[in-house]
Each structure stands twice: as structure tokens, then as C-alpha cells.
């Protein structure tokens, strides 16, 4: 077999200590990293006191007048995770203001943030918007919401160019928050916590499994004591009292364990929730989120097992196993196909002539919700990166000027691809995306699109 050793065998070290050093930890550190504490998570105050006061003045304000509230949950694993925390904090302590005033909206595509609800928002006029997981960036929408006298708490771990003017924002990135690696669920988490210490109530720790979940599905880095710290003790099966969480572990314990691990939530807890949010239906999508939320999971619904009885009933979290496994099965067999149809491509059109794997398609030939997974393997086998583009034919206005102003319109039809792309570090493309970026001929806001001219960069250049 060939491998390649990351560095030197240090004679001296015991194999934990050469793996560790390995991966960037001091031998010193080697003690307080296998063995972090409760001390090692940091205070919710280091978030800034201005702003977690604006924003649970803003949160209780909403609640004590009985006004409406609005949830935005993002579209992968540490967004439901976070928003799921967020619902599930809010009902132990006002169950009632849940129920009546609390909405919660699921994207309906891979959307981040308040582009598709806009709209809607402004017209519901809610008093209250809070955004786990997303949203920094969304200045216009922020504007306009706040216009009509809407406030929004964002509680996110995305980077953004500044800190919006017109919402109250919690970002460990935009902050002196020191952990960097800390997503979405667990900035959610530690803002709870806040108002837990204004309540001297204790509600933040009973829900330590969504926190474990949702960092390890955002791939935080376990180098960071905080983030080790709250995937170990969230995983901790006398921690597990999420509905969701507890359901999948006891279905899939062959594969889990008696405790689940980092690892074994990669990948065989994430994966799940991502199809869903990838492949789902939007009732899917619901049931499966509800799953999360302790007053939502225990309800009876209509059974829809294979050979119900008129009438049956059953748990909503356990049709939301049965909706994981099928809707897993149903992305794998979408995959598989896929994998065979680009496979032929990348035979007739002799594509590994060239560095880049460069997959051009028509408009059809490739579901959107597997590109990137497909881009991944591909990547994988074929050892180089790999771009599956689809073309995009719009129709634009071409307009001829004479002396400043427009004497004639002609439609033209504009021709670019959009898809997804995946750089490969094994021959040092990592930052594929920058590489592309820096020909100026990318454009990544809506989704990401290519036009005619790069094509040829991409394939041969690198
Ligand atoms: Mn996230």
C-alpha cells in the first residue's frame, strides 16, 4: 500500500501523542484536549453585552405584548438543529406565546436566509424575525423589514463585510467571540443560555444533543476545546433527549453504538437530515423538522406505513424515520442513475484528457440536489476537481445608444452555466473556487454561474 506519512515518527511519543501532534495540537495541550471540562466553554457574554441585551429586550418585548414571532430555518442539519433549539427553548418557557404567536417557515429549496420570504414577511408584518444559522449578509432585506418597524435577531457563524445596521446581530465571526469553529446551533445555544442567566433558569442544558449534532454536521473543527467539548458532552447518551436524535440512534444502533460519537453522526445521522433538506418534499421536509420539536414530535398523526388500516395512527417522529430512510434511499438511487449517465459522458467525450473534469450538461439531464454530491466522488475517483454545469439559456435585452440614449432594443439569447464544483486538495487545487473567482469571469451570487468564457480556463489551465 502507498502512503505518505504527515510527519516524522517521533520515537519518544506514544501513538496518541504522534496522532495528536499530528493534527496541530501542542504535546502540552495533549492532557486538557482528552480531557476538557465545563470550563472550556466560553461565556455567552463574549458575544458583547450591547447586543444580547438589544436582542432579549427585543425577544421578551415580542412575548410580554403577545405579538408575532417568526423562525427562518436554515436549509441543512445545523440550521434545523438550530432552529429546532431555539423553538424547543422558547415553549419550556412560554409554551403559551409558542403556540399562538410562533411561526416557522422551511425554505424551499437550498435558500439561505430572507430572499424567498421577503415578500411574504413584509406582508405578515411580524413583530419579530429570528434567523438561526443565517442571514448576516441579507442587508437589503434587513432594510426593508426593519422599515415596517420588524425587528431581527440573527444568530449565525456565517463571515458577512460588516455588521447590519438595520438587525441585531449575534455572529462569533463578526464578534470577539473567541471560538471561530462554533456554528449555527451552538451561537443559538449560547445566546439561550444568556437568557437563561437573566431568568436564573437552567432550560439551555437539557438541549446539548441538537449543539452536538448540528457543529459535527457543519464539519466544526474538533481542534477547538469548546467545539470538542460540546460534541462530547452532547452526545453523552444521558444528554440525548431530543425526539429525533433519540429515535435515529435507537434505529440505526447497530451502526451507532451505545454512544454516538462525532463520527458516527457524520455519517449516519447528518446525512439523513441533508437528504431531506436536499431531496425532500416540503411536507417531508415539515414532518421531519417537527421531529425535532418536543411539542410537535409525540402527536398522533395518520399512519402512512405500507399496508395501514383506514384510520391507524401513529407517532409523527416515527413517520419521520420512516421519511429519512426513503427519502435517503430515493437520493441514492437519484445519485447512482446520475453517476451512470456522467460516467458515459466522461467515456465518449474522452473528459479525463483534461485536468479538470469539466461535465456540461443540458437542462434535465442532472438534478440540481445531487450535483454536488456527484461533484464529490468524482473528485474522489478521478482524483482531480470536478465542475457539473448545467446550461442556462436567458433571454437579454441588448440596447444600442446613440448620443446617451437607447434607439434600439434587441432580444438576445445569453448562454452560461450554473452548478456546482468541487476543487481537489490531493493536487493542490483547494481553493478551487478563489482560482475560479480570479478570473473575474465567475459569478457566485445566484448560485453559481459561468459563462461561456471561462470553460476553457477551466478545463485545461489548471
Ligand atoms: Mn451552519
Known amino acids: 500500500m502507498k502512503y505518505k506519512l504527515i510527519k516524522p515518527v517521533n520515537e519518544k511519543y506514544t501513538a496518541l501523542e504522534q496522532v495528536l501532534t499530528n493534527r496541530g495540537i501542542k504535546l502540552e495541550d495533549i492532557p486538557h484536549y482528552c480531557n476538557t471540562t465545563d470550563e472550556d466553554i466560553n461565556s455567552p457574554l463574549l458575544f458583547g453585552e450591547e447586543v444580547l441585551k438589544n436582542a432579549a429586550a427585543a425577544l421578551v418585548k415580542c412575548i410580554g405584548s403577545s405579538l408575532n414571532a417568526a423562525v427562518i430555518v436554515d436549509a441543512d442539519c445545523d440550521g434545523f438543529t438550530s432552529s429546532a433549539l431555539l423553538i424547543n427553548y422558547l415553549y419550556d418557557i412560554w409554551p403559551t406565546w409558542v403556540i399562538n404567536h410562533l411561526t416557522w417557515y422551511l425554505h424551499n429549496g437550498k435558500q439561505h436566509g430572507l430572499s424567498d420570504y421577503c415578500d411574504l414577511l413584509e406582508k405578515a408584518h411580524y413583530d419579530l424575525i429570528v434567523i438561526p444559522d443565517a442571514g448576516s449578509n441579507d442587508y437589503i432585506y434587513h432594510e426593508r423589514l426593519s422599515a415596517i418597524g420588524t425587528k431581527i435577531i440573527i444568530l449565525d457563524h456565517h463571515e458577512a463585510d460588516e455588521i447590519s445596521p438595520y438587525a441585531i446581530v449575534i455572529n462569533n465571526q463578526l464578534s470577539d467571540y473567541p471560538n471561530k469553529q462554533l456554528s449555527g446551533v451552538g451561537v443559538t445555544w449560547q445566546f439561550c443560555r444568556y437568557i437563561d442567566s437573566l431568568l436564573g433558569k437552567n432550560y439551555a ?41 433519540y429515535h435515529i440512534w ?82 441514492t438511487r437519484i445519485q447512482d442513475e446520475t453517476m451512470q449517465f456522467l460516467e458515459s459522458k466522461i467515456e465518449t467525450e474522452h473528459l479525463l484528457d483534461n485536468k479538470v473534469l469539466l461535465l456540461l450538461v443540458e437542462p434535465g439531464q442532472v438534478d440540481r440536489n445531487v450535483a454536488g454530491l456527484v461533484a464529490n466522488k468524482f473528485m474522489a475517483k478521478y482524483q482531480r476537481p470536478c465542475c457539473i454545469l448545467t446550461k442556462v439559456e436567458e433571454p437579454v435585452e441588448v440596447k444600442t445608444y446613440k448620443d446617451n440614449y437607447p434607439v434600439l432594443a434587441t432580444m438576445i439569447t445569453q448562454i452560461s452555466y450554473q452548478g456546482s464544483a ?23 451570487t445566484a448560485g453559481q454561474r459561468w459563462p461561456l468564457n471561462i470553460l476553457p480556463f477551466i478545463s485545461g489551465v489548471i
Open 422 to 444: 468541487r476543487g481537489c486538495d490531493k493536487v493542490g487545487v483547494t481553493e478551487f473556487k478563489d482560482i475560479c473567482a480570479g478570473t473575474g469571469l465567475t459569478m457566485y
Open 205 to 245: 442544558e437539557q438541549y446539548l444533543d441538537l449543539v452536538a449534532l448540528g457543529l459535527t454536521a457543519d464539519m466544526q473543527s474538533l481542534l477547538s476545546l469548546e467545539t470538542k467539548h460540546l460534541i462530547n458532552k452532547g452526545f453523552d447518551p444521558e444528554n440525548i433527549h431530543n425526539p429525533f436524535i
Open 250 to 331: 435507537q434505529k440505526n444502533q447497530f451502526k451507532l453504538g451505545d454512544h454516538i460519537t462525532s463520527w458516527g453522526a457524520a455519517f449516519y445521522i447528518a446525512p439523513f437530515v441533508n437528504a431531506i433538506v436536499r431531496s425532500g418534499t416540503q411536507e417531508e421536509k415539515e414532518i421531519v423538522f417537527k421531529s425535532m420539536l418536543n411539542k410537535e414530535a409525540f402527536q398522533m398523526v395518520l399512519s402512512t406505513k405500507r399496508g395501514h388500516l383506514l384510520g391507524e395512527q401513529e407517532q409523527l417522529v416515527e413517520q419521520a424515520m420512516r421519511i429519512c430512510t426513503n427519502v435517503k434511499n430515493r437520493q
